[in-house]
């Protein structure tokens, strides 16, 4: 017999309400155990995170509350029940989230980020020094009692963080666990987030350093050496020749030109044509992802139809691309190179142009016509592999890659 999971309050500050609707709306249709309050911000009547999440937090039902952002699709509604359920308990944790980043600054929280995975798998919470402020959860009368920051210096910024060294004040733990998420986010806004920083190390200066996912608040050696002239000139050579060596490897495997850049950054500068649908492979190697996903998920991105999915075997990934119609362009991420043989059969057996890709360690492959109309960027010197990137397949486009 199944026991039904408590219900929860779901707090969203909003400025898009299409965005909303595609992603955050979808995922939680019909669900009877969501208690949704969307906090409408279109006109700018909340100026800061916390003075909207706490208007949100106020108006809660259920003793938990999740704050989430706008365009995240929740895969699972029962996950996001089961850590509601461990805050309940009223023991050992005090703030659960998505993602988080640990002490030794290893991202925690298996999600999809726009077009990539990211984040160690965590069945079960694991202790952080942060969590993301993408999607975290407290208890109503937690943050009642002692509510999220309203300063301006942390308006859209940090206010996870910053609430997290409070939650561990009070003697709790703060932990980031597998909640299944896409997070379908168009840009990085970056602004103010240095105020944001100091203002935290200012109000927490025994707990500094903290590690988040966008930098140390508190700082350490290694960012203060990464403002040194030659390092913030000529750092970036480093990672460039293992990039390099990587880059060839997968070249010569799959007979293709190869290309070294963030993909996840990138993504919106490939031209798949009008109309046409980008589809999203990703890898999932461990399998944490993957049983979440029982559908491709179908998002927009600046307009254009992007559908995404998870597989975890290399015969879920030959299956998957075989599925995509020919006049679209796919994308696989979180390919290792023992993925790369039976990718080479089903390539040589296709008249579609591919690419091969690399960041930070991780092979990504472009096929269709995104392959063939790169971006500029991508011509830059930092996205040729040492030796050349080999010159682009299909003979009818302009050959970008051809040095």
Known sequence: M????????????????EVRRDCLDRSIAGRAEIDFIPVDNTAHAFTT????????????RHDVVIFVHQDVYLHSIDRLLEAAALLRKEGRWGMLGALGVTSAGALVGRIRDRVQLLGRSAPHPVPVDSLDEVLFMVRRNLVLEDPLSEHQDLAWHTYAVEYGLRVKAHGLEVGAVDLAITHNSMTTNLARLDVAHRKVAAMHPGAVPVRTTCGTVGGDERDRMRT????GRHGWRYQWLQESLLATRARWQLRLPAVICDIRRDVDLLEVGHGRVLHVVNVDGDGSFAPYETE?????????????????????????????????????????????????????DSPVPALIGVHDGMLWLVTGPAAARLPSAWQQRRAIPLGGGGRVGWRSEPELLDI
């Open 228 to 231: 040194w002239p030659v390092i």
């Open 296 to 348: 491709p998920l179908r998002l927009l991105r600046r307009g254009g139809a992007v559908c995404l999915r998870a597989v975890a075997s290399p015969v879920e990934l030959v299956a998957a691309l075989r599925e995509v119609p020919g006049k679209d362009s796919a994308l696989v991420t979180h390919l290792s190179m023992t993925d790369l043989a039976p990718l080479r059969m089903l390539l040589q």
């Open 2 to 17: 199944t026991v039904k999971q408590q219900g929860v309050s779901l707090v969203c500050v909003f400025n898009n309400p």
């Open 49 to 60: 995170a916390g003075a909207a999440l706490n208007h949100g937090a106020r108006k809660a």
